[in-house]
């Protein structure tokens, strides 16, 4: 099972909250492939979408009048100045039983390095992952590693991910 349908199984239904919504490419928009399943879906990104169910602001800091049942960070979490913030942010904005989901490339995979992405300010795996997760209050209840995914040209990926200030 490829990395989009098992999200889309955990959002299927759910209140969703897309974190990195903007700049996805044809070949690549885990935009689409949650909103085709969530019960809602709302955005947030640091860049400005005409899309009116997404909002321009920074996850590290930006404060929603509510929570969601469901976070996605797909391949955002490797791209943010202050991870701990993005982390805190997102407990207060999930309900009690909510779920973040966070996909990000392996540190430990040969290819994250070639070509590398200027974006990039921090590199996990499955150690630093449960590290900080749990330092902000999360408990990895599933990881896996998935090799086979739709991706993004190199290209596509260096316009497509949260510049590193906002």
Same mark, same amino acid.
């Given at each position: 099972?490829?990395?989009?349908?098992?999200?889309?199984?955990?959002?299927?239904?759910?209140?969703?909250?897309?974190?990195?919504?903007?700049?996805?490419?044809?070949?690549?928009?885990?935009?689409?492939?949650?909103?085709?399943?969530?019960?809602?879906?709302?955005?947030?990104?640091?860049?400005?979408?005409? $899309?009116?169910?997404?909002?321009?602001?920074?996850?590290?800091?930006?404060?929603?009048?509510?929570?969601?049942?469901?976070?996605?960070?797909?391949?955002?979490?490797?791209?943010?100045?202050?991870?701990?913030?993005?982390?805190?942010? $997102?407990?207060?904005?999930?309900?009690?039983?909510?779920?973040?989901?966070?996909?990000?490339?392996?540190?430990?995979?040969?290819?994250?390095?070639?070509?590398?992405? +200027?974006?990039?300010?921090?590199?996990?795996?499955? =150690?630093?992952?449960?590290?900080?997760?749990?330092?902000?209050?999360?408990?990895?209840?599933?990881?896996?590693?998935?090799?086979?995914?739709? =991706?993004? =040209? +190199?290209?596509?990926?260096?316009?497509?991910?949260?510049?590193? =200030? $906002?």
């Amino acid at each position: 099972m490829i990395r989009e349908e098992i999200i889309k199984s955990y959002v299927r239904g759910k209140d969703v909250l897309d974190v990195g919504s903007v700049g996805q490419t044809v070949h690549y928009s885990l935009w689409e492939d949650i909103k085709s399943v969530a019960g809602s879906l709302t955005g947030i990104d640091i860049m400005p979408s005409d $899309a009116e169910d997404v909002i321009q602001g920074n996850m590290e800091t930006y404060l929603f009048d509510r929570k969601f049942d469901v976070i996605v960070m797909g391949d955002v979490i490797e791209h943010v100045d202050n991870q701990g913030l993005l982390l805190d942010n $997102a407990r207060k904005h999930l309900v009690d039983d909510g779920l973040l989901i966070i996909t990000t490339p392996n540190a430990k995979w040969p290819t994250v390095f070639v070509p590398n992405n +200027p974006t990039h300010t921090l590199w996990h795996d499955r =150690s630093t992952l449960g590290v900080i997760l749990g330092r902000h209050g999360f408990e990895i209840m599933r990881f896996r590693y998935c090799l086979l995914y739709t =991706s993004p =040209s +190199p290209r596509d990926r260096t316009r497509s991910r949260m510049p590193s =200030s $906002a």
